[in-house]
């Protein structure tokens, strides 16, 4: 069964400190999709980024960067110099990578505030 | 392109009702999603559909609740007789089966249910 865990439930930081969000995940499957979404206060959920268990390298886009680590099951994403705008429920998931099961399984969520 | 497309935005009916939500997804997508998302427990997977037909309904709670995908620009999802507990946010995406874009899921806006 496929599981994944955001530990941190909520988080605050002033505006342009650097803070990471979690994802820890469970698959038993060798290929599989890893994402992360943001879900801001309107409501609506934002693609961020996908990553196949075969890239293992970080990415990095503007502010945003992603730390995938295969060893330790753990799928990380820092924002760089925050701002108010990044306020907003982060959601980590996880995907089989076989046709015909294309389900997502998301973690609970992780609060993010930037105070001003 | 308008993205995923969700009626109504808000809904408030009583116990006992029919409740139907409607969901138009981007055109050229084959794969349709429903979810849920409450506080108690996240986002849910209810049923997703491929090309119209339903491949996986394990999600849905109970016989209370059905989905439809009758052509491939438009599903529904329909709750009779209605409970206060179905309160929740029902999100729609869609994505498309495609080596570059494999399962990307694209949300609609959400349609928030509240059952008196």
């Known amino acids: 069964a496929q599981k994944v865990t955001q530990a941190q439930t909520e988080i605050s930081v002033v ?4 803070v ?6 469970e698959t038993r499957d060798t290929t599989y999709y890893l994402f992360w979404y943001k879900q801001p206060p309107s409501g609506e959920l934002v693609f961020l ?8 390298q970080n990415e990095i886009s503007g502010r945003y960067s992603w730390n995938f680590q295969k060893s330790t099951s753990s799928f990380n994403f820092t924002i760089t110099a925050s701002q108010v705008v ?3 429920v982060y959601f980590c998931a996880l995907s089989e990578a076989n ?8 973690g609970t969520g992780t609060r993010l505030t930037i105070i001003p | 392109d308008a993205g995923v497309i969700q009626s109504p935005r808000h809904e408030v009916t009583e116990m006992g009702q ?6 138009k997804p981007i055109s050229g997508h084959d794969y349709l999603f429903w979810y849920r998302q409450t506080m108690m427990r996240g986002l849910e997977l209810l049923i997703y559909f491929n090309n119209n037909v339903p491949i996986d309904d394990s999600g849905m709670p109970e016989d209370r609740f059905s989905a439809k995908m009758p052509n491939a620009s438009f599903s529904t999802l329909k709750i009779q007789p209605s409970e206060p507990r ?25 349609t928030r249910l509240t059952v008196l």
């Not at chain 2, 929740?88 to 694209?106: D, I, M, P």
């Open chain 2, 18 to 23: 029919e409740v139907t939500l409607r969901c």
């Open chain 1, 86 to 88: 990044d306020s907003a």
């Open chain 2, 86 to 110: 179905d309160s929740a946010v029902y999100f729609c995406a869609s994505s498309f089966l495609g080596t570059v874009y494999y399962n990307e899921q694209f949300f609609g806006p959400g």
């Open chain 1, 99 to 106: 046709f015909g099961n294309e389900k997502l399984t998301f």
């Open chain 1, 49 to 56: 980024i996908r990553r196949n268990s075969f890239d293992e």
């Open chain 1, 15 to 18: 505006e342009k400190e650097d």
């Open chain 1, 20 to 25: 990471t969000l979690d994802c820890v995940y």
